[in-house]
């Protein structure tokens, strides 16, 4: 792709292709279709949740070579709902159409070391960390961290799997035999006061805008609630916003970026993760903002420029996990904005659908 042509704006009626078909492929989706654009979901799972809001739609395994050369033959640019694309599919594709966000940012993120390497960088702080290769690497480790962290493997790790806290010698060999043979990590156990997020969008010309940070509650290592307004200083806010800038410009980003941080009492941050995509911790921008983070994303991979993130009420956003989805219709009042995902059977831990709870008053500034 010439640098031209992958920057130039998508007209009205171009078909956006988007890489996974679970509930964030499904919001993608519906926030083109407002924007007047087609989409094409390509997924190896027949019935994906996104399959239901789009009639274009390709069934295949993310390595098969030959169905990713056809998608990108019917789409005009590519986007992804996940952070796990594999490298070669990522280059297949970048290959043949203009691929938003970019292989790097992919790279980036499916590996906590290249993540904190690359962030640490920055000048961000992340978590104090070292990386395990073996089983000798855990006592020097574990003493340089001050006895106790949270082993994890460096790839494939979401909603808090694939991670374990380790207090002792004897807890990080146990832990280092569970989560073997991948390459694994032990981060220090930082003290937060509260966990924040910020997801930013940077369009193809280079313009940032960030919507306001979210507090997040997790349950067993899921998203449980993001709350909004965060209860951190102007100055915290500002910082996550600065950082999160710094990566999206680093990167030369285009799309949505969530950033996850840990706030400390003294108000600083350090950066846990971030994911090339639309956030979970976002759904709270469909309900109270001018523009919302899938239609800014669509709005960016398209060449389009940034709409309005300013937040126009406060809001929680409650994540529907298993069977939490009977609140929907069940628990519903006028002020909630429910999201249902369409998938047909509900599982523990399993992203069923959300709610957006809007107070009744506008915030007084
Ligand atoms: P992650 O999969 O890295 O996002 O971790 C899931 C959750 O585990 C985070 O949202 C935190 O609540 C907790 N956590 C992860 N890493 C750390 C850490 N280094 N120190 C303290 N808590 C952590």
């Known amino acids: 792709m010439s640098d031209a042509a992958s920057r130039s ?19 993608l989706s519906l926030a083109a279709s407002r924007l007047g654009f087609r989409t094409h979901i390509y997924c190896p799972e027949r019935d994906s949740p996104a399959f239901e809001v789009t009639p274009h739609k390709t069934v295949a395994a993310y390595d098969d070579h030959a169905a990713l050369g056809k998608f990108a033959a019917l789409v005009d640019v590519i986007t992804y709902e996940f952070e796990n694309v594999p490298a070669g599919t990522a280059e297949t594709l970048a290959a043949l159409k203009p691929l938003h966000p970019g292989a790097n940012a992919l790279a980036v993120s499916q590996d906590r070391l290249a993540e904190k390497t690359f962030i640490g960088g920055l000048g961000i ?4 960390h070292r990386a395990i290769r073996d089983a000798a690497d855990l006592a ?7 006895g106790t962290g949270i082993l994890k493997t460096t790839r494939l790790g ?21 989560l073997r043979p991948h390459p694994l990590v032990l981060e220090a156990l930082v003290p937060f006061e509260r966990e924040i997020s910020v997801v930013v969008a940077r369009s193809q010309d280079g313009a940032t805008a960030a919507f306001d940070p979210a507090e997040n509650v ?3 290592g899921i998203l449980a609630t993001s ?17 999160a800038g710094a990566i999206v410009a680093a990167l030369d980003y285009v799309g949505i970026l969530g950033v996850e941080f840990f706030v400390l009492a003294d108000g600083s941050l350090i950066v846990n993760e971030i994911a090339p995509r639309v956030h979970n911790s976002g759904h709270w921008t469909e309900a109270v903002c001018i523009t919302d983070q899938f239609e800014q994303h669509i709005r960016a991979v398209a060449g389009w420029p940034l709409g309005d993130p300013t937040r126009l009420a406060d809001v929680v956003m409650e994540n529907l996990i298993g ?9 519903l009042g006028p002020g909630i904005r429910p999201h249902a995902y369409g998938k047909a059977e509900s599982r523990p831990g399993r992203k069923m659908g959300h709610l ?3 107070p009744p008053k506008m915030p007084r500034k």
């Open 158 to 178: 979401y909603d808090g799997k694939g991670q374990r806290r380790v207090a002792s010698l004897d807890d990080a060999l146990a832990a280092f035999a569970d």
């Open 218 to 220: 997790h349950r067993d």
């Open 356 to 358: 957006n709870r809007v």
């Open 323 to 331: 069977d939490r989805i009977g609140a929907i219709p069940a628990g």
């Open 140 to 146: 020097p480790a574990l003493a340089a961290l001050g």
């Open 9 to 27: 704006a998508l007209p009205l009626g171009a078909t956006i292709g988007i890489l996974g078909g679970g509930q964030l492929g499904r919001m």
């Open 125 to 128: 702080p992340v978590a104090p």
């Open 227 to 243: 709350t909004l307004p965060a209860a951190i200083s102007d100055a915290t806010a500002q910082l996550a916003r600065e950082h």
